[in-house]
């Protein structure tokens, strides 16, 4: 969804009841394609609680959505400012909005990200208590 300058941001609850709106989508369908529970995905629908960046590109690849509209959602979680994300966010998100970047400026930005969530994603440490076995013994 794209908004002009001015206009009412989509809210990261509306994005998603938006999507699931969508002929043959359902949250389940949505928590069985993006790995998120079903409680949790009712919970930002209804406007409680924010979702992490990976988490926001989980759910933008089940949509099939350009994982920039997920985040533009999710950055305005609760109808939070563009103003609380952070300045450089704020750039790179003008310039995926605006109609007069190039496509394949778009298409740069796109790219980057992905490879800056990417890496993000695998230096996120392990999960507290996670249970690894290591030559037959558990170790924590």
């Known amino acids: 969804m794209h908004m002009s300058d001015g206009a009412k941001r989509e809210s990261w609850a509306e994005y998603l009841r938006r999507m ?7 949250v389940a369908r949505l928590a069985r394609e993006s790995g998120i ?7 930002w629908i209804a406007g409680k609680g924010g979702a992490n960046v990976a988490s926001v590109r989980q759910i933008a690849e089940a949509l099939g959505d350009d994982p920039a509209n997920a985040l533009r959602a999710a950055g305005n979680m609760e109808g939070a400012p ?13 310039r995926l909005a605006s109609p007069d970047t190039p496509e394949a400026e778009k298409d740069a930005i796109r790219t980057a990200l992905k490879y800056l969530a990417q890496v993000a994603e695998s230096a996120q440490p392990e999960r507290p208590g996670r249970v690894i076995r290591r030559r037959g013994r558990a170790a924590s």
Request: cysteine-free.
């Open 20 to 26: 699931t709106d969508r002929p043959g989508w359902s």
């Open 37 to 43: 529970h079903r409680a949790t995905l009712f919970r």
């Open 82 to 94: 563009e103003e609380a994300l952070d300045p450089d966010l704020q750039v790179i998100m003008r």
